[in-house]
């Protein structure tokens, strides 16, 4: 059984940061992409930032310059330090993993349970 368990949101003041962490409880499949998405109120679930377990990065043009994704494979742990944050980044995020069988099947999708980030103006 694959976990995802996230860490670190919160409330935070317009221009303030914070850290979210992500680690991924299993041993039996690779880990290819990880990444985060978030969803708003009222709007569908959109990508913040990926990265690959070679370290390329993939970022939503909203978050370029602020948000940055990091990746700890040893750990199976994915992080995303958010900085300059803005009253329009709240949102639930949801760490997301695409897994594969050491066996070549996949990938398949994971999810966390989301965690909630507050900006407040």
């Known amino acids: 059984q694959v976990q995802l368990v996230e860490s670190g949101g919160g409330l935070v003041q317009a221009g303030g940061s914070l850290r979210l962490s992500c680690a991924a409880s299993?041993?039996?499949?690779?880990?290819?992409?990880m990444g985060w998405w978030r969803q708003a109120p009222g709007k569908q679930r959109e990508l913040v930032a990926t990265?690959?377990?070679?370290?390329?990065?993939n970022y939503a043009d909203s978050v370029k310059g602020r948000f940055t994704i990091s990746r700890d494979n040893a750990k199976n742990t994915v992080y995303l330090q958010m900085n300059s944050l803005k009253p329009e980044d709240t949102a639930v995020y949801y760490c997301?993993?695409?897994?594969?069988?050491?066996?070549?099947?996949?990938?398949?999708?994971?999810w966390g349970q989301g965690t909630q980030v507050t900006v407040s103006s």
């Open positions: 997301g993993a695409d897994l594969q069988t050491y066996s070549g099947a996949g990938p398949f999708r994971y």
């Open positions: 990265i690959t377990s070679g370290g390329s990065t």
């Open positions: 299993q041993s039996m499949f690779r880990i290819n992409v």
